[in-house]
């Protein structure tokens, strides 16, 4: 027998398995229980959020540090890779870049050829310290620069900021990305992690799984919207400029970046605390622009279509603040969001069975074929 969803267009509201590792009732998103109000507001560092997703619940300050370690002790590039990464174009897109080196990455891992829960245990600290590396490597490349190595005893939030920008991160600096990097940890069945988790199913290998996740993150009705968000702040240029720039957006039916969602009613839970943060690196920074013209954008795509806010609208002001260059906001939500691939892959594979669904054909029947000479 089939159910038949297929007027349910991109599987809205198809519930399509069981997980117990985040959650979004009622406009509230929880990881493993927790709001992510709570755990914004409260957790020290990432790292705490990794050690929820992975192991099931909050660490210990042992259990927290030890992590952190890990993580940073996996921080490290292969050398094979970091040489294909010189090779790379210095305007290729960095999410091709991520995507191609976590999937070498693959190729040099220690236990290339283990899919137990041990080793894909192992393989995401690794992974989780590595794209932290990457993406910062590539940064350097770019430049001209060497890549740094990360700083034990630090945390990955540090640690990220550090290896990209060369400079040792202010305190304001940390607790913003700390807290971006815990708001884009996992979001239920979302695309990227579906996808990660499909791959998984097949029982292919956890760096395939990633590979898959970050291809889809890519796309701007993603995670890429971040990064086409900060090109309309910049296309935008003044809070002054805002509306008129709206309305005519919106009257030639463009999508507004950064705007609506798929399961959110009510708006997005995560988007307040990333507005807090652009207004709190604003003031820093004595330079206003990017957060006075995003609020006004706020306002109007409200007023004139009734659109909220998502994670990716503030996260593009907040990140620009943080002296991170645009192209680089999407692999930056891949960095955090490695945690919950991984620990959806693991929870896929804990119970698994291959994901195929069926199509709902829709073209022709009962052909006949004829002969290429009879054409
Ligand atoms: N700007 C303008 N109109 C929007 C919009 C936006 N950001 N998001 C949705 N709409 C409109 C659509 O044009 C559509 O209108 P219509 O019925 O008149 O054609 C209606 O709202 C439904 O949109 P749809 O794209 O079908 O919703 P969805 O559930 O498939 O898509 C998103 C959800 C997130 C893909 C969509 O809101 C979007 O494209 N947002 C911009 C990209 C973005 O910020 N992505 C990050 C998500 S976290």
């Known amino acids: 027998m089939t159910v038949n969803v297929a007027e349910n267009k991109g599987l809205e509201d198809v519930v399509v398995g069981p997980s117990s590792i985040s959650s979004i009732i009622d406009d509230v998103l929880t990881y493993r229980g927790y709001s992510i109000d709570d755990l914004t507001e409260n957790a020290s560092c990432f790292e705490e ?19 952190r370690d890990a993580i940073v002790a996996g921080a490290i590039i292969p050398v094979p890779v970091l040489g294909w990464m010189a090779t790379v174009s210095r305007d290729a897109n960095p ?39 990457l993406v910062a490597a590539f940064e350097r490349v770019r430049e001209g620069l060497q890549p740094l190595d990360a700083r034990p005893g630090e945390t990955l939030a540090w640690n990220f900021l550090y290896m990209m920008t060369g400079k040792e991160p202010d305190a304001l600096s940390v607790k913003a990305f700390e807290r971006a990097l815990i708001l ?30 970050i291809g889809t993150l890519k796309g701007p009705l993603h995670g890429g919207a971040n990064t086409a968000v900060m090109q309309m702040l910049q296309e935008v240029g003044t809070a002054e400029n805002a509306e008129p720039w709206i309305k005519d957006a919106l009257a030639k039916k463009k999508k507004i970046m950064g705007f609506g969602h798929r399961v959110y009613e009510n708006g997005d839970p995560r988007a307040k605390h990333l507005r807090a ?34 994670v990716d609208f503030y996260s593009a002001s907040t990140y620009h603040y943080l002296g991170i260059p645009g192209d680089q906001f999407t692999p930056i939500f891949a960095v955090s969001r490695l945690s919950g691939w991984a620990a959806h892959v693991m929870e896929q594979l804990a119970n698994n069975r291959l994901i195929r669904p069926r199509a709902e054909y829709t073209g022709p029947g009962h052909q006949v074929f004829v002969p290429i000479q009879a054409r």
């Open 184 to 213: 884009h940890a996992d979001h239920e069945f979302n695309a990227s992690t579906f996808a990660a988790r499909q791959t998984a199913s097949t029982l292919s290998d956890m760096h395939s799984a990633i590979t898959s996740a």
């Open 49 to 67: 959020i990794v050690h929820l997703l992975w192991y099931g619940r909050l660490p210990v300050q042992s259990e927290l540090v030890a992590l």
């Open 277 to 310: 943060m652009s207004k709190e690196l604003a003031v820093r920074t004595g330079e206003p622009k990017w957060y006075e013209m995003s609020i006004t954008i706020d306002d109007v795509v409200k007023r004139e279509k009734g659109l909220l806010t998502n």
């Open 95 to 133: 999410m091709d870049v991520l995507r191609t080196a976590v999937s070498m990455l693959g190729l040099y891992d220690p236990q290339r050829d283990e899919n137990t829960a041990e080793a894909n245990l192992s393989k995401a600290i690794r992974l989780q310290g590595q794209i932290a590396a």
